[in-house]
């Protein structure tokens, strides 16, 4: 079985690489976020009545 060319390692490398990008990036525009995930609860702070 011949050995493989060190451009063509390179060429792989790019490859696998290029792909695994487009597939991280897709991911992460693919998802929509929910109104529930937009929208902060404003907390209040807590009042105590304090009765001594």
Do not use: D
């Amino acid at each position: 079985m011949p050995q493989m060319a060190p451009l063509l390692w390179l060429n792989l490398f790019i490859f696998f690489t290029v792909i695994y990008t487009l597939f991280l990036v897709s991911n992460y525009f693919i998802s929509i976020p929910n109104a529930s995930q937009i929208s902060y609860k404003m907390q209040t702070p807590n009042k105590f009545n304090w009765k001594w």
